[in-house]
T-cell receptor, first 107, second 123 residues
Framework: SYELTQPPSVSVSPGQTASITCSGEKLGYKYTCWYQQKPGQSPVLVIYQDTKRPSGIPERFSGSNSGNTATLTISGTQAMDEADYYC??????????FGTGTKVTVL | EVQLVQSGAEVRKPGESLKISCKGSGHNFASFWIGWVRQMPGKGLEWMGI????????IYSPSFQGQVTISVDKSIGTAYLQWSSLKASDTAMYYC???????WGLGSYFDHWGQGTLVTVSS
């Protein structure tokens, strides 16, 4: 079965850049999206189609996807960005999978 | 405003059955697939399956095929997730979400989520 692997945790200082990777076989050939989940809340879509931001998502969130790795970048990280982040991609045309998840800590 | 409102928390014993719901509003319910996602305590998100409300076409993750049943009643704009015999390992938060399918084939993603239903299975 298809797997998406993320680092368990990423730490970043306020105002700095956080990069979260998502690795999967030939992931660059698939469209990837990213979700943010804060404690006790439902996930929220922050990036879709590799690079696009939904309405209301700050510009500091950006995405890229190439080769076997997709990356979510948070520029100028703020305390409110502390959350779990999950990538998602379709392993074929009908079923999908989430990444293992990354906890972002703003120190 | 698109909303998905899920039924309340449930506590059941092992072996019991359960059906939880997800009611959509603010959009043409029949035009968007609905998906279900499991999150076990302290763990990540797991893609369970999706259903097309227009014709009840359902696709399950291999991990959940035969373990749960996804259904829909489009006349009342509600999707369901059910178990015939719960296990302690079914204890989790379950989310429903609306699936946006790009008409140009540029990927699909969950653009709106329900608030979650906590299912606790304990003897």
């Amino acid at each position: 079965s298809y797997e998406l692997t993320q680092p368990p945790s990423v730490s970043v200082s306020p105002g700095q850049t956080a990069s979260i990777t998502c690795s999967g076989e030939k992931l660059g050939y698939k469209y990837t999206c990213w979700y943010q989940q804060k404690p006790g809340q439902s996930p929220v879509l922050v990036i879709y189609q590799d690079t696009k931001r939904p309405s209301g998502i700050p510009e500091r969130f950006s995405g890229s996807n190439s080769g076997n790795t997709a990356t979510l970048t948070i520029s100028g990280t703020q305390a409110m960005d502390e959350a779990d982040y999950y990538c998602q991609a379709w392993n074929n045309t009908t079923t999908s999978v989430f990444g293992t998840g990354t906890k972002v800590t703003v120190l | 405003e698109v909303q998905l409102v899920q039924s309340g928390a449930e506590v059941r014993k092992p072996g019991e059955s359960l059906k939880i719901s997800c009611k959509g509003s603010g959009h043409n319910f029949a035009s968007f697939w609905i998906g279900w996602v499991r999150q076990m305590p302290g763990k990540g998100l797991e893609w369970m399956g999706i259903i097309d409300p227009s014709d009840s076409d359902t696709i399950y993750s291999p991990s959940f095929q035969g373990q749960v049943t996804i259904s829909v009643d489009k006349s009342i704009g509600t999707a369901y997730l059910q178990w015939s015999s719960l296990k302690a390992s079914d204890t989790a938060m379950y989310y429903c979400a609306r699936l946006w399918i790009d008409p140009w084939g540029l990927g699909s993603y969950f653009d709106h989520w329900g608030q979650g239903t906590l299912v606790t299975v304990s003897s």
